[in-house]
């Protein structure tokens, strides 16, 4: 059997104070910019992965460049490193070490003045 309560009783009940208009606001404006830097980060992933997918090494390629078997697979494996090494550094440096930080500030200054809020 499912209960309603109403929200005031339950605020009266624990005592918790209803948040001011103010306060709604900076987390409604944090979280719409916690979004909005999550959305970035997925553009760039998908610029990243698009790129990758056009950039890959392609074997057929070095194939005509390189007649012999051996000496092909040798240079399409050095290619594919330098390719990998490319993308990892273009991930790092875009997305670790640029929006992944400012996306843990933005959330925990969210989750900070809740709690500040709270207290």
């Known amino acids: 059997m499912v209960q309603t309560v109403n ?63 051996a000496k092909a697979a040798e240079l399409y494996r050095s290619e594919r490193e330098q390719w990998f090494t490319q993308i990892k550094d273009l991930l790092q440096l875009l997305v670790v070490s640029l929006l992944v930080p400012v996306l843990s500030t933005v959330i925990g200054y969210i989750f900070g003045r809740q709690a500040e809020a709270s207290q």
Do not use: H
Request: proline share 5%; charged share 20%.
């Open 7 to 69: 929200v005031e009783d339950l605020e009266e009940a624990t005592g918790a104070e209803k948040p001011s208009a103010l306060e709604r606001f900076r987390v409604r404006v944090g979280l719409q910019i916690a979004a909005a830097i999550f959305a970035l980060i997925l553009i760039v992933l998908v610029l990243i992965a698009i790129f990758a997918w056009q950039t890959f090494p392609d074997f057929a390629q070095l194939k005509e460049l390189q007649p012999d078997g």
